[in-house]
Each structure stands twice: as C-alpha cells, then as structure tokens.
C-alpha cells in the first residue's frame, strides 16, 4: 500500500501563489508518474501536471507558464509551485502516482494511489 500525504494548502488572494507538497515516504519504483489533481464543487476532477522520475513533466494548458512541479527524489516529495493563483484555481488539491512509464494528468484513471487532497482557496 502506496500512502501520499498531501500539504501546503490555503487561502490567498488572486495573483498570489502557493506551494503544495505530497510526501510519498517508502515509495520505491523504477518508474513512477506523480500526478496532481484537482477538484472544485460541483465539478469534474481535473488533471494539473505530472512529473515522472525522469523528470519529465506535463501540464494542463490552464496551468500552463504559471504552475511548475517539481521533486525531490531523495525526500519522495513532489511540489506544485503555484503562481499567479487565480479565483478558478480554487478546488481540493490532490496527488496521486503509478508505477508506468506513461505520465498523463488528463487520464486520472492511470493512477492507482491516491492521497486525501489539500484545500486551495484564492479570492
């Protein structure tokens, strides 16, 4: 069983910006994609970015020139740095991974673990 810790999660004003974490302690695979998620009332879950243990990332083009994740692979972290935070940013913020060599954040259903999500609120 695969644990992911999600934190980092607040209130900011527009233009502002945050940085969420997942903390993934004991993950080990020779590939892995780290995703972030997210999800506002009364919508569908939404893929942000992904990072995949080489480092390739891939991102959502609302996110895109103003979102960049990153990791760290000896701490089994992964960071989303949010800028210039928008009011259709807000949602619960989640991470998830897989163990394929394929890293999508359109198809939530590749990822197999789940963390509990971190709230996102810019106003």
């Known amino acids: 069983h695969v644990q992911l810790v999600e934190s980092g999660g607040g209130s900011v004003q527009a233009g502002g910006s945050l940085r969420l974490s997942c903390a993934a302690p004991?993950?080990?695979?020779?590939?892995?994609?780290m995703g972030w998620f997210r999800q506002a009332p009364g919508k569908a879950r939404e893929g942000v970015a992904a990072?995949?243990?080489?480092?390739?990332?891939a991102y959502t083009d609302s996110v895109k020139g103003r979102f960049t994740i990153s990791q760290d692979k000896n701490k089994h972290m992964v960071y989303p740095q949010m800028n210039s935070l928008k009011p259709e940013d807000t949602a619960m913020y989640y991470c998830?991974?897989?163990?394929?060599?394929?890293?999508?954040?359109?198809?939530?259903?590749?990822?197999?673990?789940w963390g509990r999500g971190t709230q996102v609120t810019v106003s």
């Open positions: 998830a991974t897989h163990s394929h060599w394929y890293c999508r954040p359109s198809q939530s259903s590749d990822f197999d673990y």
């Open positions: 004991g993950y080990r695979y020779d590939t892995y994609c």
């Open positions: 990072i995949r243990r080489d480092d390739l990332t």
